[in-house]
């Protein structure tokens, strides 16, 4: 099994009634325990932060400096054979629609 970052983009839910928002925290619910322990964890990011451009000039953009598209809102990181299951664990995410969901796999790093 190999580890991968699905990665939430957007503000998807940013607009939702307190009604909605409870729908899709009972359907996150039952998909992390449809994925049982496929499903490592995850969490929600804050809109603000900071860009750090370069450690000679210390240049900081405070955030949210991004288009709502770009935001990174989230992630969920999981277990998967290959990228083609974790591509389809991300299709089957109730966040889908709400969020484009970016799928990258986690490097290993190699030891000799």
Do not use: C
């Not at 983009?9 to 992390?32: C, R």
Request: charged fraction near 25%; avoid cysteine.
């Amino acid at each position: 099994m190999q580890e991968f970052l699905l990665i939430l983009k957007g503000d998807g839910m940013n607009h939702l009634s307190p009604d909605e928002l409870q729908d899709i925290m009972s359907e996150y619910k039952a998909w992390v325990n449809q994925l049982g322990e496929k499903y490592l964890g995850g969490q929600r990011l804050v809109d603000a932060g900071a860009l750090l451009t370069s450690k000679s000039d210390k240049i900081m953009t405070d955030g949210p400096f991004l288009e709502p598209k770009e935001i990174i809102a989230g992630y969920f990181l999981i277990q998967a054979k290959d990228q083609n299951e974790a591509n389809e664990i991300a299709y089957s995410s109730p966040h889908l629609g709400l969020y484009q969901i970016e799928v990258r796999a986690i490097s290993t790093p190699k030891m000799s």
